[in-house]
């Protein structure tokens, strides 16, 4: 369905947050809260969209040309550890919506987009007073979705600082929230955290759009077959139906195909992060139908010729990566290294990273994830609301008085769940 330009400018007039709004005043991007890609994808049915982590300018362009394709709603989004206060990529939390903006106004891109604060990570109680400062920052800076993630803490410290840091979330934004984190096959949720988590955040009048779940995936590369396990997703997802949260599927990268189109037939999830593939997808390096680079016999990456950066450019990256002892994991690093570089390089260049980001995006956004289409679905809830706010996503069903500190803290004690080995997990 094509949205007539009347009926757009309509949707562009009402349908923009007040940062927005502030931000880029002249703007005929539709930047919109997290809420209405969620709703979009959930009033098309068993249909998620791409998370689009845009580690560079050239991920950026080309999810938003194939969700344009596509006519998709989407996400683009960046995790604390790449774009935080401690970056390692160029896009962050301060400069992704400008970054998006732009590109949305130049390349003509009309679908809703979300600007996503992902993995906001709250890693002991200590790091709450900076949150409680910069949290306000991000969203003057254009987020306008964000995920609080204190999964690496126990359960009641995990509500507590959700409880704690929902004050500076305006309420109009999208919300994710998280258990268990993502460590691969060991520490896998269960459905006892994820009920308790939301349950509490319920009692509150806090209502997430999604939950993340250690599902059985990892962040970076898959190097196991087990991946995203699908039955415990849903198993859990039907639990907390009542509390009409949906789901964000992260460490995409390193699943196939068939598993990605079971997570969208089967669960209730409706965000689903994509990270490492792109990056490679960008620099021209070759990926399989998993999102998993292709190595060469000696272990170094497979660049496919004629893709992607340069010959030279790349040769370049190879050897700063070797001398900084870099392994492949590492080489997300690069990105905040050569991203002038990248810019700087002949117009045909730059445009093919970004067509083959657009390619593959566009690919999982029509054969995999059921998202074409999406936008419409999302544009008609903007108008029917008549607002940037569609309102909270459920109502408050739990007993506020059964969720106090003290109490959170003796519910917590009884559930009996295994968290998996302690460590960095972040990406």
């Not at 991920?59 to 344009?68: H, K």
Request: glycine content about 8%; overall charge negative.
């Amino acid at each position: 369905m094509m949205t007539s330009n009347s009926d757009f400018n309509k949707t562009l007039a009402v349908g923009r947050p007040p940062n927005i709004c502030k931000l880029f005043p002249n703007s005929r991007a539709l930047i919109v809260s997290g809420k209405y890609i969620d709703l979009g994808l959930q009033a098309k049915g068993k249909a998620m969209t791409i998370a689009a982590n845009g580690r560079n300018n050239f991920i950026i362009r080309g999810a938003l040309m194939a969700a344009q394709r596509a006519n998709a709603a989407i996400i683009i989004e960046i995790a604390r550890s790449e774009g935080g206060a401690k970056a390692y990529c160029p896009t962050s939390y301060w400069n992704m919506a400008r970054q998006v903006d732009q590109a949305m106004n130049e390349l003509g891109i009309t679908i809703p987009v979300a600007i996503h604060a992902d993995h906001y990570g709250i890693k002991s109680e200590t790091d709450l007073p900076f949150a409680r400062q910069e949290i306000p920052t991000l969203f003057e800076a254009g987020i306008t979705s964000i995920a609080i993630d204190a999964s690496h803490m126990t359960d009641d410290k995990n509500l507590l600082a959700n409880l704690d840091l929902n004050q500076f979330i305006p309420d109009w934004a999208g919300l994710e929230t998280e258990i268990g984190e993502i460590k691969g096959s060991e520490g896998l949720s269960a459905t006892p955290e994820a009920v308790f988590l939301i349950a509490g955040l319920n009692a509150h009048n806090i209502f997430p759009n999604w939950i993340a779940l250690n599902n059985g995936t990892s962040h970076g590369f898959e190097a196991s077959g087990q991946g995203i396990q699908v039955e415990l997703t849903a198993e859990i997802h039907q639990a907390l139906t009542k509390y009409h949260v949906n789901g964000a599927q992260h460490g995409t990268s390193g699943n196939s195909s068939d598993r990605l189109r079971e997570i969208a037939e089967k669960t209730y999830t409706t965000k689903a992060n994509v990270a490492t593939a792109l990056q490679m997808l960008s620099w021209g390096v070759e990926v399989n139908d998993y999102g998993n680079a292709i190595m060469n016999e000696d272990g170094s990456f497979k660049k496919v010729k004629g893709e992607g950066v340069s010959a030279e450019m790349w040769q370049e990256m190879v050897r700063y990566a070797e001398a900084k002892g870099w392994s492949n994991g590492d080489y997300k690093n690069l990105n905040l290294v050569f991203e002038n570089r990248f810019l700087g390089q002949p117009r045909a260049i730059r445009e093919r990273m970004c067509r083959r980001v657009e390619d593959f995006v566009f690919n999982l956004l029509t054969t995999v994830f059921n998202a074409q289409d999406s936008a419409d679905f999302c544009l008609e809830l903007i108008r029917k609301a008549g607002s940037y706010d569609p309102g909270p996503k459920a109502s408050r069903i739990e007993d506020a008085s059964e969720w106090t500190p003290e109490k959170i803290i003796t519910r917590s004690a009884l559930i009996d769940t295994d968290k998996g080995p302690a460590g960095d997990f972040d990406d």
